[in-house]
């Protein structure tokens, strides 16, 4: 959108026809209700952009089938100008095909075919129409009511000459034989009566009268989308005076901010779009007694009533008072509209938001994103290091891991997903008209899906759905439709509801990360796969509540199947969603093991209280859940999970790297941008899925055992040493080896517990020289080490049956650490 300037911000507002309540349509749902279907063909015009067009910038929803359109307002109008004689109102400017039309009213909830004869021609006739008035000096029909004016443009058609005509209807003749040529012959050409022999506006504007005009004006080019082919940078024009151009911002830098920008933010500062047409008396409200009929009837037809005159369309458009946003702002400093963006080598989380702002930046998200002069700083921010994407990813990804600004949510998450390239040609190339057997699952599936959401439920936004759904099955051969992804597909669909080119990339980039294979035909290996690793991570974060829900015959497989294969979309609600999805998005392929383990310990005591009924019976109906304490603790586990805990044979293979460094990354271990990590010879192993189904604890890579003891290794590995670094141990490896093995070599810092002798018949750790050292753990990971896997497994589930959380198995064993010269012998007691 283009800025603000010296334009102001209007409202005006209307009532949609009200529909039967009692009445539904042919699939037996009840019938859209009018106003839902003018507020989704609505978006198509927010995306007309012209220097020229005063841009529309929202609509809203209100009692009663209310609707109120927010647009780009001017005070002074062409009427104005013609009351000064210097120069609409409708019916009089309507082409006469739109008035032969009629009013058009459907019947059912589905869209239907009819005629349209409204379009550029009928624009080329109204435009005709106001270059008259201008051209006369006065406003055609004055003396006519509207079906007198209507009837009156219908018998044009009979006549040879409209323009004469309608100079002899006004008294005007004189005047307009008085006209140049090249006006003359322009007024006919736009008063041509019949459309087919109308010119389209192309045509007209090449006529001779726009020959000297249209040099002084350059033409609009429509600045080149973010997610494209085309160079951005191309039409880039600087001021020749800079000097000139601060002047002509003469510090009102709001003005220079986009209008939808400045809409929203006039919002959060308290504008209440209702509360401004109450005040101006445009909405009027009536004590409900003074409604009530005079006399009524047992079926319920009621009289004495005279109509209520408030409903009446009224097109008085309310100017939007900016006073109390630019008092709300004043004390923020021009460089905030101006922010330097300095790379920063950092791993850490930074932000660039002005110094006065850190206060907020810890405050809850809730109310960050309510706070006016926050989000201003943040929207200008991720506006600016979005126009430098792909340049700018890293700060992009840095800034997020702060918050994400509502308003550029949808841009960001496309840019965290990597969306690059010509988007729009690959999807316009997507044949999404041929029929497809998917077609009517599709459809059953679409009136479901976050209905209560105005603009899903639109029957624009369910062709946007049936269009998006059907370019992502057509364009995967390899992959089918499952129940599910419409809801995946909502969230993207919602933040890009004009443009659905940006949400099926965006949605195409989703579902190989965090849902790879999961839309095979036959996806029950990759889905039990799954569910099993989530059980290990239930048993790794919480012993207690994974012993319990296994007694009870509680497993995922009953209640996680809908929040993985939609990315907990069908659980929650779009708004819990966007917060989700804020955190989602910075994680890799296995941070929702951590979102499912943290909605579980939300319910953790109701479900420990309970059976298996009630069990059901809970999850049948989830709980409220607090998504904001989900995200936190959905890091924290994040941060204590090993990457390689969480490892699957069937996750999207990791990308090459060129890192010298074997391809280990070089963010912390513990961090929520880290990426899947390349396979190298010290990475897991695939075992069947039976045997990985047998082991109650997750296993972790030798490779991530290094790092965890801060060790370092030789030969065409590293040197056998303990990184130098003060601080306490991360985790304890118990190696369950007889002690003689032990002896012949073991990892540094480990202790012997050897298998044979660890527990009593009861099941209890039997005592002995290193109890108190592993008891002393408890809480940390510890890392069960030995030679035979179905020891380390009984290990390790002796340990989990004891409450002991973050226990793991070293995958491969003590054979998988002997090749890398890290195995130690202690010294002989003297």
């Not at 939609?566 to 994680?587: A, E, N, Q, R, S």
């Not at 002991?804 to 202690?826: E, Q, S, V, W």
Request: aromatic residues 10%.
């Amino acid at each position: 959108m283009f800025p603000l300037k010296d334009a102001e911000m209007g409202a005006f507002t209307f009532f949609a026809s009200a529909l039967p309540h009692d009445v539904c349509g042919s699939n037996g749902l009840p019938l859209t209700p009018n106003s839902i279907k003018i507020l989704g063909r609505f978006q198509i015009l927010k995306t007309i952009t012209h220097p020229r067009l005063c841009q529309y910038v929202d609509i809203s929803r209100g009692k009663h089938e209310r609707l109120v359109v927010v647009a780009e307002h001017c005070e002074r109008s062409l009427e104005d100008l013609l009351r000064e004689r210097k120069p609409v109102r409708y019916p009089s400017y309507l082409a006469p095909e739109v008035i032969a039309q009629g009013i058009f009213k459907t019947t059912d909830h589905m869209p239907s075919k009819k005629p349209l004869p409204s379009g550029p021609k009928s624009d080329v006739w109204s435009l005709g129409i106001i270059l008259f008035e201008l051209c006369v000096g006065r406003k055609l029909f004055q003396s006519l009511d509207i079906s007198e004016r209507l009837k009156f443009l219908l018998t044009l058609d009979c006549v040879d000459d409209t323009l004469i005509v309608l100079a002899e209807e006004h008294g005007c003749l004189d005047i307009i034989k008085e006209l140049p040529e090249t006006v003359i012959d322009l007024l006919n050409k736009c008063l041509t009566f019949h459309p087919s022999k109308r010119p389209t506006p192309d045509q007209l504007m090449k006529d001779k009268v726009f020959s000297e005009v249209s040099p002084l004006y350059t033409p609009f080019t429509k600045p080149a989308s973010l997610f494209s082919s085309s160079l951005r940078c191309a039409d880039l024009t600087l001021p020749e005076d800079i000097s000139q151009l601060c002047k002509d911002i003469n510090n009102d830098y709001l003005a220079e901010r986009s209008i939808e920008e400045v809409y929203y933010l006039w919002c959060l500062a308290g504008g209440d779009l209702e509360k401004e047409l109450v005040n101006k008396e445009i909405i009027r409200s009536k004590p409900p007694i003074c409604t009530l009929p005079n006399f009524l009837f047992e079926d319920g037809e009621s009289f004495g009533q005279g109509r209520d005159r408030s409903s009446l369309l009224d097109d008085t458009t309310v100017t939007l008072s900016l006073c109390q946003l630019r008092n709300r702002l004043k004390d923020v400093g021009g460089e905030a509209f101006y922010p330097l963006l300095e790379d920063d080598q950092s791993n850490l989380p930074h932000s660039n938001s002005n110094n006065e702002l850190s206060a907020a930046a810890t405050l809850p998200l809730i109310i960050r994103e309510k706070d006016t002069e926050y989000q201003l700083n943040r929207i200008i921010l991720f506006d600016r290091l979005l126009k430098a994407y792909p340049y700018k990813k890293n700060q992009i990804w840095k800034e997020a891991r702060v918050d994400i600004p509502p308003l550029m949510r949808g841009l960001t998450w496309a840019a965290l997903l990597g969306v690059e390239g010509a988007i729009h040609a690959k999807y316009d190339a997507i044949d999404k008209d041929t029929p497809i057997p998917t077609d009517r699952q599709i459809e059953v599936d679409i009136p479901r899906c976050h209905q209560y959401d105005e603009l899903l439920s639109s029957p624009e936004g369910h062709a946007k759905f049936r269009r998006v759904l059907k370019a992502w099955v057509v364009s995967h051969p390899d992959l089918v439709y499952w129940q599910g992804l419409d809801s995946l597909c909502a969230p993207f669909l919602y933040l890009n509801f004009n443009n659905e080119a940006l949400a099926y990339a965006c949605m195409s980039a989703f579902i190989p990360k965090y849902l790879y294979n999961f839309f095979l035909k036959d996806n029950s290996h990759v889905i039990q796969e799954y569910l099993t690793v989530f059980s290990q991570m239930i048993a790794f974060h919480d012993p207690e509540l994974s012993n319990h829900l296994n007694e009870i015959g509680f497993i995922p497989d009953l209640y996680a199947i809908p929040w993985f294969l939609t990315m907990f979309t069908h659980v929650f609600p779009l708004h819990k969603i966007f917060h989700l999805w804020d955190t989602l998005l910075l994680g890799n392929s296995s941070f929702p093991f951590c979102i499912g383990v943290a909605i579980l310990q939300q319910l953790r005591d109701r479900l420990l209280a309970n059976g298996f009924n009630e069990c059901i019976l809970l999850f049948s109906d989830l709980p409220e859940i607090d998504i904001e304490r989900c995200v936190r603790e959905s890091i924290n586990l994040f941060c204590w999970t090993p990457k390689s805990a969480t490892y699957r044979q069937h996750a999207q293979p990791p990308k090459p790297s060129s890192d010298s460094s074997g391809g280990r990354s070089s963010a912390p271990y513990f961090s929520a941008e880290c990426p899947d990590p390349p396979k190298t010879d010290l990475s897991r192993e695939s075992i069947p899925l039976n045997d990985l189904k047998s082991e109650v604890s997750p296993r972790i890579s030798a490779e991530d055992l290094i790092d965890l003891c801060e060790l370092t290794v030789t030969g065409h590995f590293k040197t056998p040493s303990k990184k130098t670094k003060s601080s306490k141990p991360k985790l304890l490896v118990v190696d369950i080896r007889n002690s003689e093995d032990f002896i012949r070599g073991h990892i540094s810092g480990s202790i012997n517990i050897p298998f044979s002798a660890a527990f009593t018949a009861e099941g209890e750790l039997t005592q002995g020289p290193y109890t108190a050292m592993l008891q002393n753990f408890k809480g940390k990971v510890i890392v069960i080490v030995g030679h035979v896997a179905k020891h380390t497994a009984e290990f390790a589930a002796h340990l989990v049956k004891m409450k002991y959380p973050r226990i793991c198995i070293l995958d491969g064993g003590i054979n998988k650490i002997k090749p890398t010269g890290l195995l130690t012998i202690p010294s002989p007691q003297i």
